[in-house]
């Protein structure tokens, strides 16, 4: 099946100006354009789509994008969202986390290739979280859901993590056993692409799990090659 995306704007010309956007960087996707709330969550209710573009203000509805976001995650989909407002980011961006957006990009602070990257990246996390839900053996000890990126659970407790390190952390976990090279490492981060960047979210990862498993050794640092999430002994 193929990939469909909602774009939900109330003004036409960023609506078309953003569904060309995802056309050009992924030709063949099926986009929906709705310009109210109603229709909008009308639509959530009847189709399933892979991502959510939106706006925070429809219309006269100042916070319409918030009451859509909670539609969303009241449905079983979890489809993921990507808000895109001229809403302040300093004050909105962490609002949206709250309500599980995936990234919140402030209207006429971001270029074309930044929605890209940003639209690109909840396509991979998506395809990430199908193949972790597919290997990840029952009562596995961390829960980390790719597009719920500030919910990571090990043995029942949140794990406190920068969302970069998360990134990592879902890229070292859902290939668990295997090396995970410095240069695929470089695919996940946005900006800083070296080795002593990867190293300090490595280290800020391996703290945060310190503070509630003392005992916690599971990133193995593989010299001049990358990093390995490993499984305990006797799961070997």
Same mark, same amino acid.
């Given at each position: &099946?193929?990939?469909?995306?909602?774009?939900?704007?109330?003004?036409?010309?960023?609506?078309?100006?953003?569904?060309?956007?995802?056309?050009?960087?992924?030709?063949?996707?099926?986009?929906?354009?709705?310009?109210?709330? !109603?229709? *909008?969550?009308?639509?959530?209710?009847?189709?399933?789509?892979?991502?959510?573009?939106?706006?925070?203000?429809?219309?006269?509805?100042? #916070?319409?994008?918030?009451?859509?976001?909670?539609?969303?995650?009241?449905?079983?989909?979890?489809?993921?969202?990507?808000?895109?407002?001229? &809403?302040?980011?300093?004050?909105?961006?962490?609002? &949206?986390?709250?309500?599980? *957006?995936? %990234?919140?990009?402030?209207?006429?602070? $971001?270029?074309?290739?930044?929605?890209? !990257?940003? $639209?690109?990246?909840?396509?991979?996390?998506?395809?990430?979280?199908?193949?972790?839900?597919?290997?990840?053996?029952?009562?596995?000890?961390?829960?980390? !859901?790719?597009?719920? +990126?500030?919910?990571?659970?090990?043995?029942?407790?949140?794990?406190?993590?920068?969302?970069?390190? +998360?990134?990592? =952390?879902?890229?070292?976990? +859902?290939?668990?056993?295997?090396?995970?090279?410095? %240069?695929?490492?470089?695919?996940?981060?946005?900006?800083?692409?070296?080795? !002593?960047?990867?190293?300090?979210?490595?280290?800020?990862?391996?703290?945060?799990?310190?503070?509630?498993?003392?005992?916690?050794?599971?990133?193995?640092?593989?010299? &001049?090659?990358?990093?390995?999430? *490993?499984?305990?002994? #006797?799961? =070997?």
């Amino acid at each position: &099946m193929g990939i469909k995306v909602a774009v939900i704007e109330d003004d036409i010309p960023t609506s078309k100006q953003i569904r060309e956007w995802i056309r050009a960087a992924r030709p063949g996707i099926a986009i929906d354009a709705w310009f109210n709330r !109603d229709d *909008a969550e009308a639509a959530i209710t009847r189709e399933s789509y892979d991502v959510v573009v939106l706006d925070i203000e429809l219309g006269r509805e100042r #916070h319409a994008g918030v009451a859509i976001i909670n539609a969303i995650n009241k449905s079983a989909r979890g489809t993921p969202v990507l808000v895109v407002s001229a &809403m302040p980011a300093a004050i909105y961006r962490g609002i &949206m986390k709250a309500l599980d *957006a995936w %990234d919140y990009l402030q209207k006429t602070a $971001f270029e074309e290739a930044d929605f890209i !990257d940003t $639209f690109l990246e909840i396509l991979r996390a998506s395809r990430e979280r199908e193949a972790s839900h597919a290997a990840a053996p029952a009562g596995d000890e961390l829960s980390l !859901d790719p597009l719920r +990126q500030n919910t990571p659970l090990w043995r029942g407790k949140r794990v406190n993590l920068p969302l970069t390190a +998360q990134r990592i =952390l879902a890229a070292l976990y +859902q290939r668990r056993g295997e090396v995970v090279s410095y %240069d695929e490492l470089f695919q996940v981060v946005k900006s800083g692409r070296n080795r !002593d960047n990867i190293r300090k979210h490595v280290s800020t990862i391996r703290e945060a799990f310190r503070e509630l498993d003392e005992n916690f050794d599971r990133i193995e640092n593989i010299p &001049m090659r990358g990093f390995r999430w *490993a499984e305990p002994a #006797h799961k =070997l």
